[in-house]
Antibody
Framework: EVKLLESGGGLVQPGGSMRLSCAAS????????MNWIRQPAGKAPEWLGF??????????EYNPSVKGRFTISRDNTQNMLYLQMNTLRAEDTATYYC???????????WGQGVMVTVSS | DIVLTQSPATLSVTPGESVSLSCRAS??????IHWYQQKSNESPRLLIK???QSISGIPSRFSGSGSGTDFTLSINRVESEDFSVYYC?????????FGAGTKLELK
């Protein structure tokens, strides 16, 4: 069974940093592109970026809305995905999901999400 | 960025009705559109991929159609468990984008 479990969320002050983690199980982690997607309360999801699979060199792509502030990485020995978020703003407040997909196509499995609140 | 416009924003129906939800892309995207269902306080769930391809475990009353810029998610005879928000998402180009959603509610 495919499982994705996010952790590391909570309250952070504006300008602060936070790292989210996503533990993956039930599939061959290195075969998949891994994504971060966020969703403010009551709004649509927003794709943040992905890290490619082994065949494509684990390179990254980002939404311009977060490029330069957010960094995606993965530990393939531990089947872990990470999102490092810096210089956080109030508008970064959202539920953050990790999601997997093949080299292209839809996000076929999502984690349960983790809340991040940026507030003083 | 490719903008996806979903309509209507809210659709009020009674169980047993059949409905169609629309998603229009700001440019042609072939069939690179996917549909998700999101129930309250849950993660989105993939319903349809590549405009019309079914997903294992999804009830057959859900179907999709379209290509280019106009896409439709159809639900044949809505059931009570279908009342939720539906999003379309494109995988044609970066950044990946989602529509604003259609809320299907009980009339």
């Amino acid at each position: 069974e495919v499982k994705l479990l996010e952790s590391g969320g909570g309250l952070v002050q504006p300008g602060g940093s936070m790292r989210l983690s996503c533990a993956a199980s039930g599939f061959t982690f290195t075969d998949f592109y891994m994504n971060w997607i966020r969703q403010p309360a009551g709004k649509a999801p927003e794709w943040l970026g992905f890290i490619r699979n082994k065949a494509n060199g684990y390179t990254t792509e980002y939404n311009p809305s977060v490029k330069g502030r957010f960094t995606i990485s993965r530990d393939n020995t531990q089947n872990m995905l990470y999102l490092q978020m810096n210089t956080l703003r109030a508008e970064d407040t959202a539920t953050y999901y990790c999601a997997r997909r093949w080299t292209t196509g839809p996000f076929d499995y999502w984690g349960q999400g983790v809340m991040v609140t940026v507030s003083s | 960025d490719i903008v996806l416009t979903q309509s209507p924003a809210t659709l009020s129906v009674t169980p047993g009705e059949s409905v169609s939800l629309s998603c229009r892309a700001s440019q042609g995207i072939s069939t690179s559109i996917h549909w998700y269902q999101q129930k309250s306080n849950e993660s989105p769930r993939l319903l349809i991929k590549y405009a019309s391809q079914s997903i294992s475990g999804i009830p057959s009353r859900f179907s999709g159609s379209g290509s280019g810029t106009d896409f439709t998610l159809s639900i044949n005879r809505v059931e009570s468990e279908d009342f939720s928000v539906y999003y379309c998402q494109q995988s044609y180009s970066l950044p990946r984008t989602f529509g604003a959603g259609t809320k299907l509610e009980l009339k």
